[in-house]
């Protein structure tokens, strides 16, 4: 299993520090999320040529507000800028962002994502597109982007249907607030394959004062137990809220769970580091570096 962090919005400068840094304590890949800051997809490509080995990816950008073959060009030009070590995720986003925000219609997102994919997995494979969907109509179109050799895509996909959409088009799935039971019993018998990459993204501190940490956790991250489609994994791993899904504690007790992530088939595992208290998030880098 290979141990990632999240790298989220700083300035330019504190995230190119930042991404030197994790690379250089070991860490596998990158994650960075796209919200209302920086374009995930154009910063990653930066932070490619600013680092040498370490994989990058989104974690993860919308599909709505972005055509797939506008999606599909942005990303395999990073993937070239980045010596191929990006890898695309993408996702629905949530119904208050799509119809609240931006005014667009959330209907039969299951049926969206298989449209997007059936455009978007023949672009990045350096295929011809021929297709005509309810959403997209594409014809005749192809993307030569040099240097790029391949570029995996995941698919945040945590519903049955979603799970199913993926499994069958994209090269696996990108996960938040989902716990190691949801993760063996429901994530990866969804996928209904045995190679697909599974990126488990969970809040991680390595802390002495675990009371506090769940604390500040459950305070910063309420929104995390609130929206539907992560309320129903924390439901079917039987907790309450994101606190309960955290790591946090010892050394021995956070290798213990991540190891609990392994074993249920999580292959890349995405640590979102909680600073809970002055030193939190240095002690948490230097621990996972020993992981690697």
């Known amino acids: 299993m290979r141990i990632g962090a999240v790298l989220n919005e700083q300035p330019l400068d504190e995230l190119i520090a930042s991404a030197k840094r994790l690379e250089a304590a070991g860490l596998s890949d990158i994650w960075m999320p796209n919200i209302f800051g920086f374009d995930a997809i154009s910063i990653l490509g930066h932070l490619g040529r600013e680092t040498e080995t370490i994989g990058l990816g989104t974690a993860v950008t919308p599909t709505y507000p ?40 959330y209907d039969k997102p ?30 005749g179109l192809a993307l030569d982007v040099p240097g790029v050799e391949r570029m995996p895509v995941v698919v945040a996909a945590l519903g049955p249907a979603m799970l199913k959409v993926t499994g069958e088009l994209a090269d696996g799935t990108s996960t938040w607030m989902v716990g190691p039971k949801t993760m063996a019993n429901h994530i ?82 995405s640590a979102a580091i909680i600073n809970t208290e002055e030193g939190a998030f240095d002690r948490t880098v230097e621990f996972l570096s020993t992981l690697n």
């Open 66 to 105: 972005r055509h797939p073959t506008a999606i599909a060009q942005q990303a395999l030009t990073t993937a070239s800028v980045s010596n191929n070590r990006f890898t695309l995720g993408i996702g629905l986003s949530h119904k208050v962002v799509i119809e609240n925000l931006l005014g667009m219609s």
């Open 110 to 139: 299951a049926r969206h994502m298989r449209e997007y994919l059936e455009v978007l997995m023949p672009l990045v494979r350096g295929e011809t597109v021929d297709y005509e969907g309810e959403q997209y109509r594409v014809h």
């Open 188 to 269: 990866l018998p969804g996928l209904g394959r045995d190679d697909a990459t599974v990126v488990g993204g969970v809040p991680i501190a390595l802390t002495t004062n675990v009371d506090a940490a769940r604390e500040k956790i459950n305070k910063d991250l309420v929104i995390y137990g609130q929206l539907p489609s992560y309320r129903a994994m924390l439901d079917r791993e039987g907790v309450d809220g994101p606190a309960d899904i955290a790591i946090l504690g010892d050394e021995n007790m956070l290798r213990g769970e991540i190891k609990r992530f392994e074993d249920a088939g999580v292959t890349h595992f």
